[in-house]
């Protein structure tokens, strides 16, 4: 399988077009759409973390301010609490040295459109209602789809109980505050699978190298924040609730995921840059 060469130059170009959208006016606005992604991964990794040790999962809110809440019942307080931040990293850095490779950009991009409609297909809204509700609509979409010879009686009555079926769901989302979330995520999916779709092979390692960037950036931002929050309020956050479940305090939690962050993103990018090299001198 060729590697690609000029991987880890790709990657500072990333890192370069991140340092200026930053510094553009309102350039942080074009980097909306990446913190949201990770504010995704952040929420997806306390849900997986409460079904890993046990736990269940109601529902997952995604804020317009790319804040966001998952309802754990059960399991392991302090796994969950820990696997946001920590969780965040560790995407980031599988990304880092994933993207190494141009060939494989497409299938990394399509998987991830894949997960985010996963993460909010299943876990955006309170309870399994939102859900329920899009398999009803599914299901009638793709028997109105495969079975085009059917009577026009009964076209009408499947459409017109997608339809309500529909509006139910945008209802029930809105009431709950997670309308949001699904159209954020539903938008994801779609930027997603275009690129994996449209991109030439080039653009789209670009475009994983891009979102490689972000997901690192965003965490260490993140947990820099967090450790500001940590050191001069008791205000609700991970390291709030560690200390709720420990006894320890949270600016320790801040401090100790900030460490742990640093040293996982340096391994990956030092993983990442061995592998193009590596691909240079195979490649000759």
């Not at 995604?62 to 307080?77: E, F, H």
């Not at 040295?97 to 985010?116: G, M, P, Q, T, Y």
């Not at 006894?247 to 962050?261: K, T």
Request: proline share 2%; aromatic share 14%.
């Amino acid at each position: 399988m060729k590697e690609s060469k000029g991987s880890f130059k790709l990657l500072l170009l990333a890192s370069l077009a991140t340092v200026f959208i930053n510094i553009i006016p309102q350039g942080k606005l074009l980097l909306y759409p990446f913190n949201l992604f990770v504010t995704y991964v952040h929420e997806t990794c306390h849900a997986l973390a409460g079904w890993l040790t046990l736990g269940s999962v109601s529902g997952m809110t995604i804020n317009p301010d790319t804040s966001g809440v998952t309802y754990v019942l059960g399991g392991s307080a302090i796994v969950t609490y820990s696997a946001g931040y920590l969780g965040s990293t560790i995407f980031g850095a599988l990304l880092l040295i994933l993207c190494h490779k141009e060939e494989s950009a497409k299938r990394i991009l399509a998987f991830l459109a894949v997960a985010v409609l996963g993460v909010t297909v299943f876990f955006i809204g309170v309870g399994y209602t939102a859900f329920f509700l899009t398999i009803v609509l599914t299901s009638i979409g793709l028997l109105l789809f495969a079975k085009p010879d059917m009577s026009q009686s009964l076209k009408v009555a499947l459409s017109t109980g997608g339809v309500a079926t529909f509006f139910t769901l945008i209802a029930f989302l809105a009431i709950t505050n997670n309308l949001f979330g699904w159209i954020a995520g539903l938008t994801l999916t779609a930027v997603l699978f275009l690129a994996a779709k449209f991109l030439p092979a080039r653009g789209a390692h670009f475009f994983l190298s891009f979102l490689a960037i972000q997901s690192c950036l965003n965490a260490l931002v993140d947990i820099k924040t967090l450790w500001f929050i940590s050191a001069a309020s008791s205000t609700h956050s991970d390291a709030q609730g560690m200390f709720m479940a420990t006894g320890i305090p949270a600016i320790f939690w801040a401090s100790f995921w900030g460490f742990i962050s640093l040293v996982i993103l340096t391994g990956a990018l030092f993983m990442h840059h061995r592998a193009a090299t590596k691909g240079k001198i195979l490649a000759k």
